[in-house]
């Protein structure tokens, strides 16, 4: 596993060296999600309740990968649209594969407030987050910092939201996580000091991207 880190600008490059050496991007987003889904597998080795909140870019893709894989495997399974349907083509398609299993959509956070849930997935914002949390992301944030003092266990994939990559600047409301699974390379966020303590447990996880595939930074 790779142990470099890269900025999202450069991480973004990764990617599109990945795709263009015939790993499609709706791969690389399946590959992510499902290594963040084996990860929760570990910490709960019998299916429980899950929410998973969603924001409407390719992070919520990643969000959609972990709800089916779960649906499929028995949990009980929410999906939050924290700021609506999905708006990028590989979210919107993994967003429609959920329609044929057991799991609930909602699109209000706080009807699910008096509800528990043994773990929560913050698929809000992924790397292309930056200033400050809008009213939508931190009602959402909100919601995951109560569960988590409440016993949920939260795993951010790739970072906890509200928290600038390049930077570690913590946005008021961001989430905190107890486990944060970022894909292929880390990224400054994961060793700045005033946002590595708000990613518990950091793994950084393989889609897939190989090594010789040279990106041009």
Known sequence: MKHRIVTAAQMKEIERAGDAHGLPYLQMMENAGLAAYAELQKQFPHPGRLLVVCGKGNNGGDGFVIARAAAKDGWSVTVLLAEGE?????????FERLHSLPVHICADGSVLETQHFDAAV????GTG???????SGLAACGLMRRLHKSGAFVLAVDLPS???TDT???AEGAAHADLTVTFDSYKPLHIAESSAPLC?????ADIGIRDEWPPEF
């Open 122 to 125: 913050d698929a809000l914002y």
């Open 86 to 94: 999905p708006k990028t083509a590989d979210s919107i398609l993994n």
């Open 200 to 204: 518990g447990k950091i793994v950084c």
């Open 162 to 164: 509200g928290i600038n």
């Open 168 to 170: 570690g600047e913590v």
């Open 129 to 135: 987050f930056h200033g400050e949390l809008r009213p």
